[in-house]
């Protein structure tokens, strides 16, 4: 594990139901270098990523997102 944290929001534009959602988390956090991903269920467009940087690139991290013909975008923290 590296000692490099960061976080980023990923913005999604549209509005999905829980198993979307659901899917969506699985897949950001088993990318190499993700430590989580999680939606607030109050907050249901925005993902908070935590991730080494050193090890993935920001912009990797929609690529999931955007594979399922969504829009999204990364807000920086």
């Given at each position: 594990?590296?000692?490099?944290?960061?976080?980023?929001?990923?913005?999604?534009?549209?509005?999905?139901?829980?198993?979307?959602?659901?899917?969506?988390?699985?897949?950001?956090?088993?990318?190499?270098?993700?430590?989580?991903?999680?939606?607030?269920?109050?907050?249901?467009?925005l993902?908070?990523?935590?991730?080494?940087?050193?090890?993935?690139?920001?912009?990797?991290?929609?690529?999931?997102?955007?594979?399922?013909?969504?829009?999204?975008?990364?807000?920086?923290?």
């Open positions: 594990m590296s000692d490099w944290c960061t976080d980023v929001v990923i913005h999604i534009d549209e509005e999905l139901d829980d198993a979307n959602i659901h899917d969506i988390e699985r897949d950001v956090s088993m990318i190499d270098g993700v430590y989580s991903a999680c939606v607030h269920e109050r907050a249901r467009h993902m908070l990523v935590d991730y080494d940087p050193s090890a993935v690139g920001s912009l990797d991290l929609l690529y999931p997102v955007q594979s399922r013909g969504l829009h999204a975008e990364l807000v920086g923290l």
